[in-house]
């Protein structure tokens, strides 16, 4: 069975840095490109990035592009998401979730932004 | 950015009635190889979300055939036959044609 489990998240002050995790399991998580996804209070959803099966690519939605920093380790089954300067906007439920799109979401980790 | 416009934003049905979601796209979701990338996602109340259906019109995973969907280029429909009292929630449609991916902004299914 496919099981994701996020974590990292939690209060953080405005300007702070962030890394949330993600472990797999119930699969060969090398073989599979990996994405986040986050959904504010209000309920919106917005795609982060994604990164592929060995690490070597990257993408990004542009308008978080220059403070989210995907990465893996393969040999730990984990997916990462470094954040940067944060902003109260930036308070949200994230996701990991596993190719094919959307496919399989873990259970998010709250983060909330505020002093 | 493809922005994807669902309609309505909520709905209410009774149990045993059928329904249907719209998403439009702000442009087509035929990729290069000819295939539509758009999404189904249900969010159950407290739960993550869940695709139910990939690619237009391919069941998910254990998704009932109650759920089908629809559509071409830039207009697609969800339709949820003979409504369970399980299936209230938030609906996503979303696209991965383009980058960045992104999302409608939900539908609300209520049960009367």
């Known amino acids: 069975e496919v099981q994701l489990v996020e974590s990292g998240g939690g209060l953080v002050q405005p300007g702070a840095s962030l890394k949330l995790s993600c472990v797999a399991s119930g699969f060969t998580f090398s073989d599979y490109w990996m994405s986040w996804v986050r959904q504010t209070p209000g309920k919106t959803m917005e795609w982060i990035g994604d990164i592929k099966y060995d690490g070597s690519y990257t993408n990004y939605a542009p308008s978080l592009k220059n403070r989210f920093t995907i990465s893996r380790d393969n040999a730990k089954s984990t997916l990462y998401l470094q954040m940067s300067n944060v902003r109260s906007e930036d308070t949200a439920t994230y996701y990991c979730?596993?190719?094919?799109?959307?496919?399989?979401w873990g259970q998010g980790t709250l983060v909330t932004v505020s002093s | 950015d493809v922005v994807m416009t669902q309609t309505p934003p909520s709905l209410s049905v009774a149990i045993g009635q059928s329904v249907s979601i719209s998403c439009k796209s702000s442009?087509?979701?035929?990729?290069?190889?000819?295939?539509?990338?758009l999404h189904w996602l249900l969010q159950s109340p407290g739960r993550s979300p869940k695709r139910l259906i990939y690619?237009?019109?391919n069941l998910g995973s254990g998704v009932p055939d109650r759920f089908s969907g629809t559509g071409s280029q830039k207009d697609f429909t969800l339709k949820i036959s003979r409504v369970e009292a399980e299936d209230l929630g938030v609906y996503y449609c979303?696209?991965?044609?383009?980058?960045?991916?992104?999302f409608g902004s939900g539908t609300k299914l209520e049960i009367k």
């Open positions: 979303a696209q991965t044609t383009h980058f960045p991916f992104t």
């Open positions: 979730t596993r190719d094919p799109p959307f496919a399989y």
């Open positions: 690619q237009v019109s």
């Open positions: 442009q087509s979701l035929v990729y290069s190889d000819g295939k539509t990338y």
